[in-house]
Nanobody
Framework: QVQLVESGGGLVQSGASLRLSCASS????????MGWYRQAPGKQRELVAS???????YYADSVKGRFTLSRENSKNMVHLHMNSLRPEDTAVYYC???????????WGQGTQVTVSS
């Protein structure tokens, strides 16, 4: 059973930066897709950024140029670097890793990010 644990959320002011981390209990080379989603109050969960094993990287239009994915293979961790945060980035952020595309995959428990204006 795969376990994903997020960390790094918090309360920051507009314009600040945060780094979210997702630690996997298994090697991240096991996964074909690794991504971050977020869910704001009253809204659907949305994909923020993702990698796939084919080398493609996706960023939602709302975060392009501000958010960046990185990985630490030796620690089985994936990070989401968030710069120039805005109040509309406020949400619970979840990492999701899939062994195969099109499957549900595994979810972390979520980490709250709150950006004040």
């Amino acid at each position: 059973q795969v376990q994903l644990v997020e960390s790094g959320g918090g309360l920051v002011q507009s314009g600040a930066s945060l780094r979210l981390s997702c630690a996997s209990s298994t090697s991240i080379f096991s996964f074909s897709v690794m991504g971050w989603y977020r869910q704001a109050p009253g809204k659907q969960r949305e994909l923020v950024a993702s990698w796939d094993s084919g080398g493609s990287t996706y960023y939602a239009d709302s975060v392009k140029g501000r958010f960046t994915l990185s990985r630490e293979n030796s620690k089985n961790m994936v990070h989401l670097h968030m710069n120039s945060l805005r109040p509309e980035d406020t949400a619970v952020y979840y990492c999701n890793f899939k062994q195969y595309r099109g499957t549900v995959g595994w979810w972390g428990q979520g980490t709250q990010v709150t950006v004040s204006s």
